[in-house]
């Protein structure tokens, strides 16, 4: 089952200190692209809404990004 995104809170907020959450103005670019309606569109349209449901694609799209960005090996995902 397609999921796109998950407004669930996040698990440290109020932990850790708002400085440490800043984002660089690359992430901010990135986030606010990725946030774009358009950007997730196309998977509206040809998602499936049967089987399991799957890691929400705006949360997908943001972990390939950092992978990309960061040089990552699949496993660590």
Known sequence: ????????????????SPALL????????????????????????NGTLTGRPSTAVATYLRRMHLKRRHQISTSFW
Not at 1 to 16: A, H
Not at 22 to 45: A, C, N, Y
């Open 1 to 16: 089952m397609l999921t796109i995104d998950d407004q669930q809170p996040d698990l440290f907020d109020g932990w850790i």
């Open 22 to 45: 800043e984002l660089s103005k690359e992430q901010v670019f990135v986030d606010e692209t990725l946030d774009d309606p358009r950007v997730l569109e196309p998977f509206v349209k």
